[in-house]
């Protein structure tokens, strides 16, 4: 079945040092959306690629969104304590026609300061 | 602006006994409603989701059902807990859009222990 991807699966970083989760997935996808988790908390949504070769930014974070739209990465530049939680990438299920969103494992993110 | 409760934030159940989680949202109409789960930290699995007031879909065969009596509520049940039930639950709410998913809303989730 449709799968989704998420490599590593855990992290350690030193506060300062870059950090790069990757998502890939099974089938192409239309859309791909991350999220953090922190520690004890929920998913929080922090942004949605849509184009083939997509590439945005949020202050120190860059998405990227593959040529083939099957694959995604996470790039946090000079980590921060602030950072640290799980990070999920998310696909819409192609098999219905709600777009429900298959989540990978996720990337736990540690950093020492 | 939208808001998402989730009740209660903790519970200890015994092996056997039921279970109703609650899932209220506001500042919204007519929303898609879901329930996740998470188990030992990790992933997120979809186990229901909802287009509309009585209209249910089950992702997972399990030993849970849910339901969904008013437009902004969305109620995870089960008559008989299984040590496996245990874990993050965790409801969510996402506009009905066009062809592009929308980013999904998390409630605050419920941690169950079944002991």
């Known amino acids: 079945g449709q799968q989704v991807m998420q490599i590593p699966q855990y992290q350690h970083v030193q506060e300062g040092e870059d950090f790069t989760t990757y998502c890939n997935s099974s089938?192409?996808?239309?859309?791909i959306q991350w999220y953090k988790q922190r520690p004890g908390g929920h998913p929080v949504f922090l942004i949605q690629l849509v184009k083939s070769g997509e590439v945005k930014k949020q202050k120190r974070l860059t998405f990227q969104f593959g040529e083939a739209k099957k694959n995604s990465s996470l790039h946090i530049t000079a980590t921060q304590t602030t950072d640290v939680g799980t990070y999920f990438c998310?696909?819409?299920?192609?098999?219905?026609?709600?777009?429900?969103?298959?989540f990978g494992k996720g990337t736990k993110l540690s950093v020492k300061p | 602006s939208q808001t998402i409760h989730q009740w209660p934030a903790t519970l200890v159940q015994p092996v056997g006994s039921p279970l109703s989680l609650e899932c209220t949202v506001e500042g919204t109409s007519n929303p898609n409603l879901y329930w996740y789960r998470q188990a030992a930290g990790r992933g997120l699995q979809l186990l229901f989701y909802?287009?509309?007031?009585?209209?249910i879909s089950s992702e997972v065969p399990q030993n849970l059902s849910a339901s969904r009596p008013q437009d902004r509520q969305f109620i995870l049940s089960s008559k008989k807990l299984l040590l496996s039930d245990s874990g993050f639950y965790l409801c969510a709410w996402r506009a009905k859009r066009g062809a592009y998913t929308g980013e999904l809303f998390f409630g605050e989730g419920s941690r169950l222990t079944v002991l």
């Open positions: 998310a696909g819409p299920f192609d098999g219905g026609s709600q777009g429900n969103l298959i």
């Open positions: 909802s287009i509309g007031i009585g209209q």
């Open positions: 089938t192409t996808l239309s859309n």
